[in-house]
Each structure stands twice: as C-alpha cells, then as structure tokens.
C-alpha cells in the first residue's frame, strides 16, 4: 500500500512563500503522476497542481503563475512551491500519486494527514 506524508505547512503572512514536500513509500514513484490537493476550511478538496511521471505540469487557475510542482524520482518525493501566498490559499494540503487522462489529473485512493498552510493578512 501507498504511504503519502505531507511536510512544510506553517503559519505565513501574505505575499510570503512557503515549499511543501511529500515523501512517497509503498509504490514505484517514477512510474506515477503526482498532484497536490487543498481543502479550505468548510470547503471540498480541490486540485491544485499536477505532475506527470516525465514532468509535464498542469495548475489549477488558483495557483498558476504563483505555484510550481516538482518532483525528485530518486528520493521519491514531490513538492510544491508557493509564492506570494493569498489568505485564501489557507487550507490543509495533500498529495498524491495518480494518472492523467489526456490532461486530466485522477489521483490513486488513498490520502495522507495533510499538512496545513495558514496565511494571515
């Protein structure tokens, strides 16, 4: 079974920056998309970025031009790294492992804890 630990989140103030990482066991990694969730609070899961196994990105609207996925195959790790963090990007955050269909992201079952992001204004 897949083991998804999410790491990074903190408490920042807007227009700070913040990198979350994600540690993935149980799987070959290499072979998988990876993608990052949020949920806001009182809110559904939302995608906000992803990465296919050769690097291709895809980014929610929400995120683009702030936000950028990555991932190192040797470490089996996937990050994000968030720029000029808006109040409303507060949320807990997950990752995945998943694929894409055509440009479609679909995450595997299975969620970590999540690591939470609060920024203040």
């Known amino acids: 079974q897949v083991q998804l630990v999410e790491s990074g989140g903190g408490l920042v103030q807007a227009g700070e920056s913040l990198t979350l990482s994600c540690v993935v066991s149980?799987?070959?990694?290499?072979?998988?998309?990876a993608g990052w969730y949020r949920q806001p609070p009182r809110k559904q899961r939302e995608l906000v970025a992803a990465?296919?196994?050769?690097?291709?990105?895809h980014y929610a609207d929400s995120g683009k031009g702030r936000f950028t996925i990555s991932r190192d195959n040797a470490k089996s790790m996937v990050y994000l790294k968030m720029n000029t963090l808006k109040p409303e990007d507060t949320a807990v955050y997950y990752c995945?492992?998943?694929?894409?269909?055509?440009?479609?992201?679909?995450?595997?079952?299975?969620w970590g804890q999540g690591t939470q992001v609060t920024v203040s204004s």
């Open positions: 149980g799987s070959i990694f290499a072979i998988y998309a």
């Open positions: 995945t492992i998943g694929t894409f269909i055509g440009t479609t992201y679909k995450p595997n079952a299975g």
């Open positions: 990465i296919s196994r050769d690097g291709w990105t």
